[in-house]
């Protein structure tokens, strides 16, 4: 029997390298430790040198270490590179470069690709140049390190790019060290997400997409390029999930080689007395927090439910909890208040003052006839969860059994009211609802479930469809409600359904749905998942080999 090929060098560049923007900093940091034990420093990630003379948290730059290559890279491709290691588990690895000195020469390396891949970048604008030049130098420094360390042919290297904005890394290296295997995982299509975001029924009517033509209806054209283009020509190609990969059939024309599901570890969720003292510190902070903006005492059993992450107000169903959330205000079964804390940035202006001081000097009591935000916003009247707000006319009044709270901020640990991160903060919660339209994985869900938190999400979400093929409800954990295109008002319906039921639990019933909840997340642990990545290397190098016969 031949021996499995397995990569002795494996380069991963995305611009959430080092940089978080969003899920897929989640991938990357979490499967890190995984590679890392195998790969040790022969794992080498490589990011945007986006904070230049900011402290960058996430990065600790080591000056001595592999000194003479960054030298090199410098001299002999006349790109300045940090070198040190990421400031997460395992502490990969990690390579920033400033990609700025590309910029001028932008139009000459789109002629470039033009001629080599067929990659269309006329219609460029808006991050296009930033990242296809940021893509097109992570190139160059997996050059210059293969070059400089004398790799061969004999030796197994794998280049491994991350959505469309990496996608010229990968063109430059096929070309210019073609002994080298490309992989390309998109983790979402550019075309798809854009369907989606511009209200366009994606999935009853996905089979009669074209994606180079609504491309051209959306404005999409070169990213949708680049992407498609890089599908094709890599040695191999992954998405993340079943509905992603039948995304990627219609619309790039092409099908994914391998799916690479999104696992995590669970390095971050406290053990034993240490989860119960921090579950009962978030819920002292989330109390505190209601009751000084509210201007109220809530019950000593009160239910604490949230929803959050990017502010897609449609596509991550945030309209369609709010709907919900209308439906139960006024459902028997809720007898226990109950607090809906929606936890997605907006464009804020900062903390309330009077609340901050407030919730700092127990002497000082807030008086504000807006009881719903933590923070103040630029624009009430324009934002889409105020509106909801307003249209469905909810008042916080303390004979509401349901109350709204918004935390438009980023919950970093120092957002000025929580002053908590948003995993501190979610190990407090009793529920949570995710009932996405489009979501190619969904890490929120899985967060979730890893705090031993239920949760509700739908089967248009990668991890729901994961979790279970079948709709399927909140004593099961993970509760999945279908959603299509055009039931949108049917979700909310389902969920005011679960949410009615899980709060006329007792004790012991949601004890066992918190453990069922926590049994599957473990079943997504990296340890299960990494061998999706390890077919997709094997793929690579079997076609890297055949490409290069």
């Known amino acids: 029997m031949a021996e499995t090929l397995k990569p002795e060098y494996i380069f991963e560049t995305s611009w959430e390298v080092c940089n978080m923007v969003g899920g897929i900093y989640t991938v990357l ?26 402290v960058n948290p996430y990065f600790e730059e080591i000056p001595e270490l592999l000194a003479e290559w960054k030298a090199f890279t410098d001299k002999e491709y006349h790109l300045k590179i940090r070198i040190g290691r990421w400031t997460i588990p395992g502490k990969p690895l990690a390579v920033l470069v400033d990609f700025t000195p590309l910029m001028i020469r932008k139009n000459e390396i789109y002629g470039e690709i033009w001629e080599q891949a067929g990659v269309n ?19 160059i420094i997996i050059e210059s390190y293969y070059r400089f360390y004398g790799l061969t042919e004999k030796v197994q290297v794998a280049a491994h790019f991350n959505e469309w904005m990496t996608t010229f890394g990968a063109f430059y290296t096929q070309k210019h060290v073609p002994s080298i295997a490309t992989l390309f995982t998109t983790h979402a299509t550019s075309i798809g997400r854009s369907i989606a975001g511009n209200h366009k029924p ?13 491309a051209y209806e959306l404005n999409m054209v070169s990213k949708h390029s680049t992407e498609k283009i890089a599908a094709h020509l890599v040695d191999c190609f992954t998405t993340v999930s079943e509905i992603t990969g039948i995304e990627c059939e219609q ?30 510190a978030a819920r002292s902070t989330l109390r505190h927090v209601a009751e000084t903006l509210l201007g109220y005492k809530l019950d000593d059993e009160t239910v604490f439910i949230s929803t959050a992450g990017r502010y897609e107000y ?18 028997p079964n809720i007898k226990k208040d109950t607090v809906a804390f929606i936890m997605v940035p907006a464009w804020i202006k900062g903390v309330r003052p009077e609340l901050a001081l407030a919730l700092n000097d127990s002497t000082v009591k807030f008086e504000s006839t807006n009881r719903f935000t933590t923070h103040d916003l ?16 909810f008042k916080n009044d303390q004979a509401d059994k349901l109350k709204i709270i918004f935390v438009p901020a980023y919950l970093n640990g120092a957002d000025g009211i929580f002053n908590k ?30 705090f031993s938190v239920p949760t509700i999400t739908t089967d248009l979400s990668g991890f729901g469809l994961w979790a279970s093929h079948e709709p399927q409800g909140i004593e099961k954990g993970v509760g999945i ?33 918190r453990r069922k909840a926590f049994d599957l997340s473990e079943k997504a642990l990296w340890k299960h998942f990494i061998k999706y990545y390890d077919e997709a290397y094997k793929i690579a190098l079997e076609n890297k080999n055949k490409r290069l016969k």
């Open 29 to 54: 940091s979490t499967r890190a430790a995984t590679l890392q034990q195998r790969y040790q420093d022969k794992l080498v990630f490589i990011g945007p040198d986006v904070w230049l003379d900011k």
């Open 121 to 139: 970048s006329m219609a460029a604008y808006g991050d296009y140049d930033e990242s296809s030049m940021f893509g097109y130098s992570t190139g």
């Open 202 to 214: 994606l999935y009853d009517y996905l089979n009669e997409y074209n994606g180079d033509q609504m």
């Open 251 to 280: 619309l790039l024309d092409k099908k994914p080689d391998v799916i690479t599901p999104n696992g995590f570890e669970d390095d971050f969720v406290p053990q034993g007395k240490k989860f119960a003292s921090a579950r009962k």
């Open 314 to 331: 449609k596509n991550k169903g945030i309209d369609t909890f709010l709907e919900g959330l209308k439906q139960i205000s006024g459902c």
């Open 378 to 393: 630029h624009d009430y009247y324009h934002d889409n969860v105020m509106s909801a707000i307003n249209w469905y006319h």
């Open 421 to 450: 991160s948003y995993y501190d903060l979610l190990i407090g919660m009793d529920l949570t609802v995710f009932p996405s339209y489009y979501e190619p994985w969904g890490y929120t869900p899985l967060e979730s479930v890893a």
């Open 481 to 513: 409600i279908h959603r299509s295109d055009y039931n949108g008002y049917n979700v909310s319906l389902q969920i005011a359904e679960m949410i009615c039921h899980f709060v006329s639990y007792s004790e012991e019933q949601i004890e066992e749905i």
